[in-house]
């Protein structure tokens, strides 16, 4: 059982950063793929971006792709979601999910989830 905390939310505004982070806990990430997901009032959970258990194979939504960094450190127990110029769109709360191995975008095959963090972007 691998237990998943996100951290790293905030209010910012349009054009700033924040770095999320998805801390494990319980078992070692290293042969789990986490990916990142959110979900704004009234909307939809939607696939943000996803690395596998290796860290080489990482998959972005479109809406974030040039923004958004995915990574991990393994040693750390950790994955990392850096998100810069963000936009009021990007306003959600942010939930990291583990599953084995490889990625998907489909949040049904992640088995493990954390509660979120909640990001803000004034514009």
């Known amino acids: 059982q691998v237990q998943l905390v996100e951290s790293g939310g905030g209010l910012v505004q349009a054009g700033d950063s924040l770095r999320l982070s998805c801390a494990a806990s319980?078992?070692?990430?290293?042969?789990?793929?986490v990916g990142w997901f959110r979900q704004a009032p009234g909307k939809e959970q939607e696939f943000v971006a996803a690395?596998?258990?290796?860290?080489?194979?990482?998959r972005y939504a479109d809406s974030v792709k040039g923004r958004f960094t995915i990574s991990r450190d393994n040693a750390e127990n950790t994955v990392y979601l850096q998100m810069n110029s963000l936009k009021p769109e990007d306003t959600a709360v942010y939930y990291c999910?583990?599953?084995?191995?490889?990625?998907?975008?489909?949040?049904?095959?992640?088995?493990?989830w954390g509660q979120g963090t909640q990001v803000t972007v004034s514009s």
């Open positions: 999910a583990a599953r084995w191995y490889d990625i998907t975008v489909v949040a049904t095959t992640y088995g493990y």
């Open positions: 319980g078992r070692t990430l290293t042969t789990y793929a």
């Open positions: 690395i596998n258990y290796r860290g080489d194979n990482t």
